[in-house]
């Protein structure tokens, strides 16, 4: 059976040119990179190269960034790290509804222990509006947390602005930007952020390794103590074969950054195009042009989403209902809940993400199977029937309708 991975969002292949850098790591190369001997040197000269690396894809200094063990890990240390290390008696924090968890449950951490917190609503759009940050701020804001681009709608967020409001107010800033670097062009001063997290996985690098980004001036108390590591900022032995592997990966998005964008959004739309006018009431969820290249998020009325990954998964095709790390959990996603999607509609949704090594067999593969398993779905479900009966309402439904809307399905017009 031929397979297509359309789950970029969730995690990207490992680059075999990233493969090859780390290798020297696992074996000859295994030193610490804390020690003073010939293998510690070797390690530790490979971390700064790494670092380097890193730091030119977002137009930071490579001694502002801290190694991390992956986005969730630089998510918690910025924001843990920001409130913890402000010393007022208030200390309110600012985010938005469609964050990932890794800061959602962070700021409700935070809420435990006295921090009071405002999770900025967006509209259907999947976009933050700036003002609505501007308006939640208060005299005891110390924090702003938005995401750059959202991982289940692929929406990107207005961080240029948000970082002038964060200026003017004296706040610090810090994004989440996972779901960009490496597909788009991320520079930390054009967005005027304090801190910003980065995962490997997300870029063709290894997973569990990620780095944050801290302006110089920012208030930061690490995460975790132990050892000097990482200029006092994250203790904890350096994972240099994972470090090697995001700088390098760091490296090829550099080179690879536009005509990866271009190629990826061209197959993306192709797909998105020819999936929504073959599969009736589907529907878009997310703003269309304001979204990263490789990220499409769609509705299919009637089909529960769960299962439709499962059957799709068995005819070969791999996507999910959203963050992977919220798949088989019952209540639907918050993402979609905050764009003002019903639960039904919520549960009926699906992301498909494209990324380097997609291809156009892949978008052939997945559109040759799509429709036909959502119609078997659909004629199974009992709430397909609602769906139909919801179209009666809407368009003054005819008898013939439902198998009209098959044979549009059959002949693909
Ligand atoms: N933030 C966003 C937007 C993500 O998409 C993810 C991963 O899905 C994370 C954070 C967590 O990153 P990691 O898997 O490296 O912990």
Known sequence: MRRAYLDYNATTPLAPEVFEAMKPHWLGDYGNASSVHWYGQRAKAAVEQAREQVARLIGAQPA?????????????AAIFGVLGAVKSAAKHLVTTAIEHHAVLFTARALEQRGVSVTYVRVGSS?????????????????????????????????????GRIAREHKVYFHTDAVQTVGKIAVDVDGLGVDLLSLSAHKLYGPKGVGALYIRP???????????????????????VPGIVGLGKAAELAGEHLEGDALRVAALRNRFEESLLSSVPLASLNGDVQQRVP???????????????????DLRGVACSTGAACSSGSIEPSHVLAAIGKRKEQARSSIRFSFGRYSTEEDVDCALAVLPGVARRLRAMSPNWKGAVSHQRSAISYQPSAVSELYAKEETGK
């Open 64 to 76: 502002q960034l801290v190694f991390t063990g992956g986005g969730t890990e630089s998510d918690n």
């Open 294 to 312: 490789g990220t499409t998020n769609i509705s299919f009325e009637g089909i529960e989403g769960e299962g439709f990954v499962i059957a799709l």
């Open 217 to 239: 001036g920012t208030p930061f108390h690490p995460l975790l103590y132990g050892g000097h590591h990482e200029r006092d900022r994250r203790a904890g032995t350096e994972n």
């Open 126 to 162: 999947g976009v933050v509006d700036p003002t609505d940050v501007a308006r939640a701020l208060r005299p005891d804001t110390v924090l702003i947390s938005v995401m750059h681009a959202n991982n289940e709608l692929g929406t990107i967020q207005p961080l240029e602005e948000i």
